[in-house]
């Protein structure tokens, strides 16, 4: 077999066989197949695409380049939430512990920031103390214990998808439906959990701009995972405006604690509480409203917030700064943006927020670049929302005073204040199953 011919052959639109895609990923992994071929490769599927049997194979190789994590040894059923990246999106810290207390399991590998997006790996780690890294006992442990443990993912976990996805960052390739599929859900296989609960954003602070292009990777990543028989739910939910007011990492942490102690906002409130009852609807727990209400409850009666501080504690992290988030160490600059007119915010910029946000420290510049955990942004004026001339628009937050003019000027540009309210946009657009898209 040749690359040469693969790639002529996925050129024309033709179908790769299983013994291709195998060839294809276990050579370019071993390092016998070169950058310069499968960047023409990844050119050629992101112009002509894959069918739903090649993505399935190509995901399965993927995951199966490293290792596979056996969930065995931890009673019940696991459940696992991937989101496909977005702006202030800190929802695992808030679902995780729901899930936890009403019964599910979570066992669950996390990444860091990613461009404009956050990563939940960095905003746990703002937790003073809180350890990230376990070892695979410490890790089923803490699981069995608190019913969830959250660390960063494992170096070997679908090595395959760290060597492609690294070489479509630098070939245009990111952005295309196979591709985003068979990453995702090469490590969500790899990790081992029974049941996935995608969250696909849309928007534009997401990698699909569109709905129709969002519920087309939702439809692609439930059929992989049902294929490899994990129960698997998509919803796709808004990215055109930031979850939540917080983006900076211990901002974050701060912003899920109100959450999880019924004092969050609106958005963000309803967005976890609608992931969490997803996940524990695939568990078993119950129909989609019984499960909602048990969320719900978690939160009213405090145990999703105590199942969190066990959990952190139990990874060697800090409570207290979770019981009173002003403990965690404040940014030493603190700048009020106000509104120059009266009007209605008519447009948020998801994604030149999240840069704003990492101008001001709290993200990644390059990839060696130290993270400032107290460093972000509070948003004070949100979509939709009125306000008046010399309002407070959003609150920066940062360790270097030099950064507050750039970070002030893109957030300005990010945000558009117009005369008339514009219309409601849902927060969650669709929800898919194996043989299902709802809209709402
Ligand atoms: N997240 C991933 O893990 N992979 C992609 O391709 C896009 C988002």
Redesign the pocket.
């Known amino acids: 077999m040749r690359m040469y011919d693969l790639i002529a052959k996925k050129k024309h639109g033709e179908i790769l066989t299983d013994e291709e895609i195998a060839y294809m990923i276990g050579g370019y992994v071993k390092g016998e197949i070169a950058d310069y071929q499968m960047s023409a490769m990844l050119m050629a599927i992101w112009f002509k695409g894959m069918t739903d049997h090649e993505i399935t194979k190509m995901t399965e190789i993927m995951a199966e380049s490293g290792d596979m994590i056996d969930l065995s040894p931890i009673e019940g059923k696991k459940v696992d939430k ?1 989101s ?2 977005g702006v202030g999106d800190k929802t695992t810290l808030i679902v995780a512990p729901i899930v936890a207390a009403c019964g599910g399991k979570v066992a669950k590998m996390s ?1 860091r920031g ?1 461009g404009h997006t956050g990563g939940t790996v960095d905003k746990l780690e703002a937790i003073p103390g809180y350890r990230t890294v376990l070892s695979r006992e410490e890790f089923f442990n803490t699981v069995k214990k608190c019913g969830a443990s959250l660390i960063g993912q494992s170096g070997n976990l679908a090595p395959a ?1 760290k060597k492609l ?1 690294a070489l ?1 960052d630098v070939t245009a390739t ?1 952005d295309s439906i196979p ?6 859900m090469s ?1 969500k296989l790899a990790a081992g959990s029974d049941c996935i609960l995608l969250d696909v954003k849309t928007g534009s602070g997401a ?1 699909m701009k569109t709905l129709d292009d969002s519920i087309k990777l939702a439809q692609t990543m439930v059929a992989i995972g049902e294929g490899a028989g994990r129960r698997t739910v998509a919803l796709i939910t808004d990215m055109d405006t930031p979850l939540g007011c917080g983006i900076g990492n211990s901002i974050e942490v701060a912003e899920s604690m109100d959450v999880l102690k019924g004092v969050g906002p609106v958005d963000l409130t309803e967005v976890s509480l609608q992931l969490a009852a997803n996940m524990l609807y695939l568990v078993g727990k119950g129909t989609l409203e019984e499960c909602r209400a048990m969320a719900e409850k978690s939160i009213t009666d405090g145990s999703a917030f105590e199942n969190f501080c066990t959990m952190v504690k139990e990874q060697g992290g800090d409570d207290s700064v979770l019981r009173d988030t002003k403990k965690f160490s404040q940014a030493p600059y603190v700048h009020e943006v106000k509104a120059d007119r009266d009007g209605f915010i008519t447009h948020m910029d998801a994604e030149k927020i999240g840069i704003t946000s990492v101008i001001l420290g709290a993200g990644r510049e390059t990839k060696e670049s130290d993270i400032d955990f107290s460093a972000g942004l509070i948003i004070h004026k949100k979509y939709g929302e009125a306000v008046s001339k010399g309002d407070s628009l959003v609150t920066l937050y940062t360790s270097r005073q030099d950064k507050l003019p750039d970070a002030e000027k893109l957030y300005r540009e990010a945000v558009e204040i117009g005369a008339t309210e514009p219309k409601k946009v849902p927060l969650i657009f669709a929800r898919v199953e194996k043989d299902s898209v709802e809209k709402f």
């Not at 591709?179 to 995702?184: N, R, T, Y």
């Open positions: 991937h496909t990246g990444g990613l998808d996805y479509r990111v591709l985003i599929a068979s990453s995702i490590k990698f």
